[in-house]
């Protein structure tokens, strides 16, 4: 069973920062992709970031490119999304996902980039106030 563990979420003001940290196991982490989607109450789910981890090449959101960077540990076997500049709109639960060679079912759209999720973890809460 694939196992992501994240963790990072949490309360900041706006204009804040935060970190994701999302651990797995090595096959998980190098099987092709890694990355984050997130999704509010009431609002449709949304492709945040993700990152090739064998090229370390990145695709970004729309909605978060400038402000947020997703990177990769390698070593740990660990993915990251550092978040700076929060607004309000940004808050919801941030999951952390993984592809698959063999295709995925949870479809995300990052700046025109389709991206096919095979699983995923049980989401952390991040909330930005005004």
């Known amino acids: 069973q694939v196992q992501l563990d994240e963790s990072g979420g949490g309360s900041v003001q706006a204009g804040g920062s935060l970190r994701l940290s999302c651990a797995t196991s090595q096959y998980t982490y190098s099987s092709a992709c890694m990355g984050w989607f997130r999704q509010a109450p009431g609002k449709e789910r949304e492709g945040v970031a993700v990152i090739y981890t064998s090229s370390g090449t990145t695709y970004y959101g729309d909605a978060v490119k400038g402000r947020f960077t997703i990177s990769g540990d390698n070593a740990k076997n660990t993915v990251y999304l550092q978040m700076n500049s929060l607004k309000p709109e940004d808050t919801a639960k941030y999951y952390c996902?993984?592809?698959?060679?063999?295709?995925?079912?949870?479809?995300?759209?990052?700046?025109?980039?389709?991206?096919?999720?095979?699983?995923w973890g049980q989401g952390t809460q991040v909330t930005v106030s005004s």
């Open positions: 996902a993984a592809c698959s060679l063999s295709g995925g079912t949870l479809y995300v759209d990052l700046g025109g980039i389709p991206i096919d999720f095979a699983t």
